[in-house]
């Protein structure tokens, strides 16, 4: 195994400090470890792609929303509420929840041990990770810890980084982009190390949404390079080719570029993944992906012959076919590769790119493919004069002349919008976003060291939580109830 040295001088975190997550105040050690071109999964993959046709790859999505409802209003996990009122709608599944949380570090382990060759993506919020801490169930996060630490499991899990609070992209404020990110990263490193952190090398959008307006999508893109993620998952709706045409059929098997172009004229780009259309649960519950992997071949990237990779993610403890199905078929479809011999595997996402890397495919062949909507943009842009005014000008016509049209994203479903009929949530996220950076932008600029401030952190913390997605996804009643109370406190702390 090779084993790549780390940056000296690195600051020991604490998982929860002052009562607080630990999500901020050491931004440039943690660029320091995760801007790096280093193979991560290449050095200690047993796969070889001689003799392989096909791959596929899983992830699983875990999350509990952080809300006002504990003791005298304290903050909690959504998953220590289901416990605390068994008796209130499906709260009875608190106990099974917290096994899903953590039994992928059973499950690894166990068929390592049956001389499998497992693989499996793990996608956890910030929140959820935080709630844990919080409930002190340990046992989840040693668990987890296992497979993610210990060198003997490192081969079959790759985490993905997300956004930490669990906050739709598109409806995100632009200077809050990177802080989720970045926060997310800080509080990984102090739950696992920062050897671990280094090994995180791709990115799951919260409910898989990627954001279409032109400024929105690239300073997403530079966020995610400046924090040194090098690929993002991807639904396939929410993509299209740069000639305004559907993504071809076969290409969905292998990797493309992402490329984003903003209202100056500037282009970031990031090779991504494709999920695939479907139902998401069952897809994975059920192993879809590697069935679907059987009938795929080889493909061509550039002169290059590279197995077809299935991508599927799924919410890990959601519904009766994950809480049940999924540690049914989860272990026969890793023994059925093991008697069966070679062909189709299973690979995570990072460890495909790196083997066909390897092999020869550089990321500029990777075909290329924009956010939906935008070719209409560009083909009302003259590309000599692109600006912010030609830019929005060519939205409002095509809203005013389309009602189909819109600049709201895409996300796993096509029939909900995380912005119509949320103003009661949307406008003072935004109001305390703008009073967060009124009073924090100008002090960080002159001392970086402000970060690691309580009053910064505290303050950043009700930023990100206001912004999480179940605020808006659970609609109307006692979920705005919380946000409210959230923007009231964030908007106290920075008064």
């Not at 396939?236 to 490329?259: F, M, Q, T, W």
């Not at 076919?321 to 590769?337: G, H, K, L, S, T």
Request: negative net charge; charged residues 20%.
């Amino acid at each position: 195994m090779t084993t790549i040295a780390l940056p000296t001088n690195l600051p020991n975190f604490e998982g929860i400090s002052a009562r607080l997550p630990n999500i901020c105040g050491w931004e440039t050690a943690i660029a320091s470890v995760t801007n790096h071109s280093d193979p991560v999964f290449l050095p200690i993959s047993n796969i070889n792609l001689e003799g392989i046709t096909a791959g596929f790859a899983c992830a699983l999505h875990m999350h509990q929303p952080t809300i006002p409802a504990g003791a005298n209003g304290d903050l909690i996990s959504n998953l220590q509420y289901m416990f605390e009122h068994p008796h209130d709608g499906d709260n009875h599944n608190a106990g099974v929840f917290a096994w899903c949380y953590s039994r992928m570090g059973d499950f690894i382990p166990e068929l390592v041990s049956q001389g499998c060759n497992p693989r499996m993506m793990l996608d956890y919020s910030g929140n959820l990770l935080w709630g844990l801490q919080q409930m002190g169930r340990e046992d989840i996060l040693n668990n987890l810890r296992r497979i993610t630490c210990d060198p003997q499991y490192q081969t079959y899990v790759e985490w993905l980084g997300t956004m930490w609070s669990h906050a739709v992209i598109p409806s995100t404020p632009i200077p809050d982009i990177k802080l989720h990110i970045q926060a997310w990263q800080h509080h990984f490193a102090a739950l696992f190390g920062y050897d671990a952190l280094r090994r995180v090398r791709g990115f799951s959008p919260p409910e898989m949404h990627l954001p279409n307006h032109p400024d929105t999508l690239f300073e997403y893109i530079k966020a995610l390079k400046e924090c040194g993620y090098q690929w993002l998952m991807v639904q396939e709706h929410a993509i299209e080719c740069l000639d305004g045409s559907g993504i071809p059929h076969d290409r969905k098997y292998i990797p493309n570029r992402l490329v984003a172009r903003n209202s100056q004229g500037e282009i970031a780009s990031i090779t991504v993944l494709i999920k695939t259309q479907g139902s998401d649960t069952k897809l994975v519950a059920q192993m879809q992906p590697y069935h679907e992997a059987k009938g795929r071949g080889k493909q061509l990237i550039g002169k290059i012959a590279v197995p077809s990779l299935v991508t599927q993610i799924a919410d890990g403890e959601n519904g009766g076919v994950m809480m049940n199905e999924f540690p049914r078929d989860f272990p026969i479809a890793w023994q059925e590769i093991r008697d069966r011999g070679a062909g189709v595997v299973g690979l995570n996402g990072t460890e495909y790119l790196e083997l066909i890397e390897a092999a020869g495919v550089s990321p500029e062949d990777y075909p290329p493919c924009q956010a939906v909507q935008q070719h209409r943009i560009w083909e009302r842009v003259d590309p000599a004069n692109i600006s912010t005014e030609s830019v929005e000008t060519a939205i409002a016509e095509l809203q005013k002349s389309d009602d189909r049209f819109h600049m709201d994203g895409a996300s796993w479903t096509n029939n909900l919008s995380w912005v119509k009929g949320y103003e009661n949530v949307l406008e003072p996220m935004n109001q305390l976003s703008a009073m967060f950076h009124r009073k924090y932008d100008a002090l960080v600029q002159a001392d970086p060291a402000v970060t690691q401030r309580p009053d910064y952190r505290e303050a950043l913390l009700y930023n990100l939580l206001l912004q999480t997605s179940c605020f808006r996804y659970w609609g109307q009643g006692i979920w705005t109830d919380y946000a409210r109370e959230l923007y009231k406190r964030g908007a106290s702390l920075l008064a």
